[in-house]
């Protein structure tokens, strides 16, 4: 929720820098962890579900082949007790393959708390046994409360525990951070 | 509070109205030994009544008073201190108690422990048939020597034609009025609001306005055939009050009264209350041109009024709606009731109060030099919100929380106060 | 837009009693979160741990398998602990109150209770007086609200938007709280309704609900986009209902003859469980207009969204993962 008449609107990446950003990333993924058949990319919805499409078409265009892309919504093993007052419809849960042995890549926009990737991963659970799980995600913003990490990051930034952070994906896009008046 | 008796008193500065005269007036009135006179001794106590009115007092032709039987939603005391309350100098107890009341020997004990009540003086109706089934005479004859002042159903419609008529046929030379509530019970079935477009909308089943107007047209022919003095106690829709009125047109001796809440409830306030159980009721609220219909027949003198008083418990409303025993308190919000919905025509809720029944009862009240002295003082301009009853055990009073016009201030039976709230 | 947060409908309704008075906005959000959450009861594990910890009492004081048996899975596929009591069982025999009954559930703490009950406004009463979310599944004759959410998801998997939709209700729809909720619903999302069956059961004054009136099945059949056919049980009617049997389904059965007549596309619906001979035939029951079983499965979606919707946390921004 953007508040137009807050202390402060800060850029954190251009557009331009999310797009190198994803390129590297894409490219890292390979080196890594091989052919790309060989992996699946979710993207958590739905910030997360944007850039696993982006990630697997950059993979496409440098190995001409794509990973199989799938989505996982978290709404209904969510943990967190925010008060806000609207209550989000459901998105898509599709993972177009079989979960039990394969190699996932869950990837997110941004990794802050670690409780979003926390129900992922049970989620995941309630389909099946995965080879292995990694994390890939394109800011990490700090201010964890679970032990995770990822294994593959686009950009560290500074954030304070009250700012919201945004992320645009194209060429009008960009990383976005709201700080409040008085922060905590 | 005590009932005093004043051997004088003036009501200063007061107006007041005599509807059977249809004489009114200004100034000070003297209560003397009892009775109204031109002047008092200067010994009399004044009471300042600048701004109020007298009239005479009201009389309720059919209020539950749970004795016996029914001791928890009231007993003849506080039945007795809830009419004076409401301006009532008199109330008539129905017989649908337990034991019913069929017999003149209980109704003898119960006349003499009514005696003994210090607000409105409390007579009773004798039920028509035994326990009240519609099936048997009951002992008319021993109830009317042991002091019932009229022969009722109850509220439970005779279903059998020829019991009614022979029920007609035996009262008649007793002299004393046969009050019915007119219905058709196979009709009315499991019904509990209205049959219209408000029962659609909240699923309930519905009573159709032909039950009772079937009622009232057997009722009247019945009336008209045996000649016996017969009044329909709770007529709610504009075809009945058509047929009254056409019955008395030619010369049937046929009277009929409503519910004062009739005058301001229609069957829409069961849905925007929610299914609130103080509003089930039998005969059910109808819709909004039924009520006009009502107050219209009111103000025209066509049709009386009752508190159509049933107190009940918590236990019994706090029930689904259909499975909550029908019934509202009334005896206490009747007066503001019915000058609210007749906009402060005092005249006209005098004579659907007070005149109208007591003479159905063989009385007649008058505010005149030397009458009995059985009048009711009010505030014609007062604006308060109803609450739940003060004196009656019953916590069913569906106008509780509405703002309603006028209030009883003191209540007077044979020269006696039975209430007051102001300085007598 | 890619990354962009969407705006979910507002929810701050504690019980579902009916569909009157429910806004489109408020039914919308029902059916897409039903539509949804459907995709749990194709998994392998049929669960998922929103729920997890809450309390749902379900109280039947009227008989019904299917619906409770759905109520309740719908609850434990949440994850939620369910209690359930059925009026046979129980103290109602012994003369206890209603409110009694209810509380006793509520020293219990529950969290939501399902109440089917055999008169109006029960559900109301027991809404009114204690904190936790009431859910009607039926209430006399009055609103059966999730029947007619499942029968509305299904009419939208269908024929999409319920807008300018029409939809014929044939059978006795002054005594269905089917019926009753459907209409309400369907008005809400502005499709029309036409109710057909006996003047005994299909009265002209149902007019006033805002639907149309007719009195023989073969008026209605052929230019309406759903057939919904009602229950019709003879030994349930008051006195002198209906005539017989077989002049009932002369007059408004659904057989092969007529629904030939009737859109290719029609859809034939029932709330089950069907008389087969009497409201329909047997071809046309289990033929392939017929979405009964879809229903069925809608339903316990219905029931997850609307125990999801009431009782689930509220969660804020989408993005604080």
Redesign the interface.
Known sequence: MVDDNNAGRTLGMTAGEVQRTIRRLAIELVERLGDPSSFVLVGVVTGGASLARLLADEIGRVEHCCPTVGSVDITLYRDDLYTGLEKPVLGDTELPFEVGGAGIVLVDDVLFTGRTVRAALEELWDYGRPAWIKLAVLVDRGHRELPIAADFVGRCLATDRSDRVHVHFGDNGGVHIDSTAEAG | MHATAERAVVLRGVRWICPASGRSGEGDLSIVDGRLASQAPSHAKVVAARGLVVMPHFVELAAHLGDPGFLWREDLTSGSAAGAAGGFGLVVATPDTDPVIDRGALLGDLQVRAGGVTGAEVRFAGALTIGLDGVELAEIGSLVDAGAVALSDGGRAIADGLVLRRALDYARPFGVPVLLRPGEPVLE?DGVVHE??VA??????GIPAAAEEIGVARAVALARQTGARVHLHSITTAQSVAQVREARRQGVLLSASTAARALLLTDADVDRS??DTSLRLTPPLRPEADRLALVEAVRAGDVCLTSAHFPLSR?EK??????AMPGAAGLETAFSAALTALEGDLVAVARALAVGPGQLLGRQPRIEDGAKANLVLVDPNSAAEATQPQHSRGVNEPLAGRVLRGRVMATMVAGRWVHFSIDV | MPGAERRPARRRRKDMLGLRGVTREEITQILETAARIRAVNRRKVKKVPTLRGRTVVSAFFENSTRTRMSFDLAAKRLSADVLGFSASSSSTRKGETLMDTARNIDAWRPDALIIRHPCAGAPHMLAKAFPWSVINAGDGIHEHPTQALLDMLTMRDHLGELDGKRVAIVGDVLHSRVARSNIFGLRTMGAQVVVAGPGTMCPRKLESLGVEVRHRIDEVVEDVDVIMMLRIQRERLGRAMMTGVAEYAGLYGLDTDRLARARPDVLVMHPGPINRGVEMTPDVADGDRSVVLEQVSNGLAVRMALLYLLLGEESGDARNG
């Open positions: 079935a219209g477009a659609l909308e909240v699923g309930l089943r929610d299914y236990v706090e029930h689904e709606f259909e499975r």
